[in-house]
């Protein structure tokens, strides 16, 4: 369901911010990543949330290398995880498309490990669109998809792999990923427009970002939720200004990827988006106080 672009909301996030094996298909096609990461030891008992997105939900090691922070990190703390088990299984320098394409040296997708120890009762929220643009057969990446949230395809032979491939819209993708939990018995999946980066123009955060409509129009069509991540965060930056955004919120030099105080605000506006969904069942495993203090992990805050 669209989080409307509300005052009441916005004002509520700015001052809690500043205090089962898969068949992979023979010609899926790969990209130059690791090996597959190891799932993190989960209760059985527990449903778990799903946290999958791009290098701004989870930012290199996730020890903060460079000072640069994903907010899946600090929303952790947010969750009774006595309750729910909580694995933050983003990835850097993915996008809707790469994130379901295995390397070369994997035999499964990041997405594939997360539906392989998915089961019903969970929960998957997920944020893709920064790494999305571009050539789809892009020589060094390959991992483009296309624009929109329509049917449209594009064969190319993938560069790296020499394969040939069927590249899909941004929002297909995105559809993909809540048609796969959902058939894995996921009782609630949300997409989240992207956050914004730290670019203006005119006093105003640059709003010619096409992915947060398509996120929006993906979750639709899907039936997942969906939290207008991107207007909400614009929204708290515009009504601090361009200076004290930078200075608080972003390492030096740095225009994409927020600082440790950053990914906390973006935490907390998830979390005050999610409360504010009708009837969602994620929103029953958040603490009924939220964590006021966030001590910084291994890594430099900035």
Request: hydrophobic share 35%; with cysteine.
């Amino acid at each position: 369901m669209h989080i409307g672009f509300r005052a009441a909301l916005v004002a509520t996030l700015i001052l809690p911010a500043l205090a089962a094996s898969q068949t992979l298909p023979a010609t899926r096609p790969a990209i130059n990543r690791p090996i597959n990461r190891p799932i993190p030891a989960l209760d059985p008992k527990l449903p778990t949330l799903w946290i999958i997105g791009d290098s701004t939900v989870r930012n290199g090691q996730d020890r903060g290398e460079n000072g640069q922070w994903g907010w899946g990190n600090p929303i952790r703390s947010f969750f009774d995880r006595t309750r729910i088990n909580v694995v933050n299984y983003a990835l850097g320098g993915t996008s809707s498309r790469s994130y379901q394409t295995p390397s070369r040296v994997q035999k499964y997708s990041e997405w594939d490990m997360v539906l392989n120890n998915m089961k019903p009762g969970d929960f998957v929220i997920m944020q893709f669109g920064h790494n999305d643009g571009g050539n789809p057969a892009d020589p060094s990446r390959a991992r483009a998809s296309l624009p929109g949230n329509g049917e449209e395809t594009k064969e190319i032979d993938n560069p790296i792999t020499g394969r040939h491939e069927v590249v899909h819209t941004f929002g297909w993708y995105m559809r993909k990923y809540v048609t796969d939990a959902k058939a894995k018995g996921a009782v609630e999946c949300i997409i989240c427009s992207l956050i914004p980066r730290n670019h203006w123009l005119n006093g105003k955060m640059d709003s010619t970002q096409k992915y947060p409509q398509w996120a929006q129009d993906a979750a639709k069509e899907s039936g997942a939720e969906f939290i207008d991540l991107h207007t909400l965060v614009a929204t708290q930056y515009e009504a601090m200004g361009q200076q004290k955004t930078t200075d608080v919120y972003f390492p030096v030099g740095e225009t994409t990827h927020p600082d440790w105080a950053g990914a906390i605000l973006n935490a907390h506006t998830v979390v005050a988006a999610i409360k504010s969904l009708d009837h969602s069942a994620l929103a029953n495993y958040l603490l009924p106080t939220p964590p006021t203090d966030f001590p910084l992990p291994s890594g430099k805050a900035r």
